[in-house]
Structure formats: structure tokens, C-alpha cells
């Protein structure tokens, strides 16, 4: 099955300055990468995904890269703020009913963006 | 992801005894899934519906059952055969027509404690 790795599994960064997260993937048929943001006692919450027919993907200070042939991604977040904090997940998918659109997910980055 | 519900926000299981987690959702989605979180860990998949009456195992099942006898509900009963239920329990629903169909939303979760 799928298997997702994520680096680091905590990052303290400095407010202003940009964080990034990798996740490696196993799986060369997986299509679908969501990142997910995590605050404490919450519900994960959607913030940005790609699929596999683009390279890139920015929404205002958080950007997504994708390299297939290197089966790695990362999740990029520029000036970063306080109510950046938290955990984030990246996850992998095969996509479509017969693969059930089912999610794996990296071990999560605890984000800590100091003041 | 403010249409899907879970309760109780507690629950407390004692030794032996079989307990039942809720999951609604209103968003007209076909498919449901059901993730155990562990503190400091990232989500692992334990049940999914693709569709009324029918569901799988994920990569947890063992110890937990479900049922899917009405689109917008997948209850999930963790068994006294689960020896170590302590967790965070995540719902998740996503739509199976095409365009995003691989997005997933989550419910706020149930934290599950044994007495």
C-alpha cells in the first residue's frame, strides 16, 4: 500500500520568515496530495491540494510543489504569522471509486511560528 | 465541512463494554470514512463507505465495526475487542461525482477515553 513520509515533525520558524514541509510518497499511481492544517483539539481543515497534472499551485502565501518523478511534494508557506501555528498533514491518494478515494496521511509538522 | 457532525465530543468506555460514535453529514456525499488519531501521530484510516449499504476495511479495522444504512449517516462502534481505544476519533465525508471528488471534509471528532 501507500506509504507518506513527512520532514520535519516539529519546525520552529521565526514570524515573517517562510516554512517548508516535504512529504515523500511510495505509490507511483498516486494522483491526489491535500495538505491539511490541524490546530489543537480541532478538526483537520483543508488549506491547499494538487493533483497530479500540475507542477505548482499558490494560494496567496501558502504554495504547493509537486515532482512525480521524485515522488515528493512540499508545502511552502511565506511570512509566516502567528495563527500559522500548528500541526500539518500532507496526504496521498490513487483517486477514483475503485481505489475507494482513500487518504493516507503523513505523520504531521508541528509548526511554531514565534512572535 | 461545517456539514458534517459527530458525537459526543466525550465518550468514555469501560473495560468490556461496546461503545457507538455518530457521524451525520448534510452534505449529499456518497462517501464516508472513519480515522483514529493518536496524540502527536498523524490519521489512520479504520473504515470507509463508498456508497449506502456497503464498506470496507482500511488499514485499522480490527476491534471496530460499522454500518451504512443511510447516506448521511456511518456510525462507527469500537469493540471491547479494541484493547486500546484511546484516541481521537475523526469522520470524514467526500463526493464521488466528478470535480474534487478526492476532497475530504472533516467532523470536529470524538475523544474516546477508557475508564
Known amino acids: 500500500g501507500e506509504n507518506v513520509e513527512q520532514h520535519p515533525s516539529t519546525l520552529s520558524v521565526q514570524e515573517g520568515d517562510s516554512a517548508v514541509i516535504k512529504c515523500t510518497y511510495s505509490d507511483s499511481a498516486s494522483n491526489y496530495f491535500p495538505w491539511y492544517k490541524q490546530e489543537l483539539g480541532k478538526r483537520p481543515q483543508l488549506i491547499i491540494d494538487i493533483r497530479s497534472n500540475v507542477g505548482e499551485k499558490k494560494d496567496q502565501r501558502i504554495a504547493v510543489t509537486l515532482n512525480k518523478t521524485a515522488k515528493h511534494f512540499s508545502l511552502h508557506i511565506t511570512e509566516t504569522q502567528p495563527e500559522d501555528s500548528a500541526v500539518y498533514f500532507c496526504?496521498?491518494?490513487?483517486?477514483?471509486?475503485?481505489?475507494?478515494?482513500?487518504?493516507?496521511f503523513g505523520g504531521g509538522t508541528r509548526v511554531l511560528v514565534k512572535p | 465541512d461545517g456539514g458534517i457532525t459527530q458525537s459526543p465530543k466525550y465518550l468514555f468506555r469501560k473495560e468490556g463494554q461496546n461503545v457507538t460514535l455518530s457521524c451525520e453529514q448534510n452534505l449529499n456525499h456518497d462517501a464516508m470514512y472513519w480515522y483514529r488519531q493518536d496524540p502527536g501521530q498523524g490519521l489512520r484510516l479504520i473504515y470507509y463507505?463508498?456508497?449506502?449499504?456497503?464498506?470496507q476495511k482500511g488499514d485499522i479495522a480490527e476491534g471496530y465495526s460499522v454500518s451504512r444504512e443511510k447516506k448521511e449517516s456511518f456510525p462507527l462502534t469500537v469493540t471491547s475487542a479494541q484493547k486500546n481505544p484511546t484516541a481521537f476519533y475523526l469522520c470524514?465525508?467526500?463526493?464521488?461525482?466528478?470535480?474534487?471528488?478526492?476532497?475530504?471534509?472533516f467532523g470536529p471528532g470524538t475523544r474516546l477515553l477508557v475508564l
Open positions: 470524514a465525508s467526500s463526493s464521488t461525482t466528478s470535480g474534487g471528488r478526492e476532497t475530504q471534509y
Open positions: 463507505s463508498q456508497i449506502v449499504n456497503d464498506f
Open positions: 496526504a496521498a491518494s490513487k483517486g477514483g471509486e475503485a481505489a475507494g478515494n482513500k487518504l493516507t
